[in-house]
Nanobody
Framework: QVQLRQSGPGLVKPSQTLSLTCTVSGVVINNYYWSWIRQPPGKGQEWMGA???????YYSPSLKSRTSISRDTSKNQITLQLTSVTPEDTAVYYC??????????????????WGQGTQVTVSS
């Protein structure tokens, strides 16, 4: 049974770094690619980036300068860091497992397992 459990703070101050962890159980993370997707209030989902089975990373051009995705294979975890956050980064953040090919988009059909979502609010 594949499970993705997200952890991290729900409140981050402007200019600080948002850091979320996705702990995976049931599969070994280096056999798949994993994405981070977010959904701001009242808006559609936005693909942020991904890490593949070799550890290579891919980022949305609009977020590339502020985003870092990494993995810890010993803990079976994927981590998202987003630096210099502003209130516009307020969103529900999700980790998701790609169901096949690497897909640089949020379309649900491209992912077969999702974390529970983390509401992150950026506010002082």
């Amino acid at each position: 049974q594949v499970q993705l459990r997200q952890s991290g703070p729900g409140l981050v101050k402007p200019s600080q770094t948002l850091s979320l962890t996705c702990t995976v159980s049931g599969v070994v993370i280096n056999n798949y690619y994993w994405s981070w997707i977010r959904q701001p209030p009242g808006k559609g989902q936005e693909w942020m980036g991904a890490i593949d089975y070799s550890g290579s990373t891919y980022y949305s051009p609009s977020l590339k300068s502020r985003t870092s995705i990494s993995r810890d294979t010993s803990k079976n975890q994927i981590t998202l860091q987003l630096t210099s956050v502003t209130p516009e980064d307020t969103a529900v953040y999700y980790c998701a497992r790609g169901s096949g090919r690497l897909w640089k988009g949020p379309e649900a059909s491209e992912y077969d397992y999702w974390g529970q979502g983390t509401q992150v609010t950026v506010s002082s």
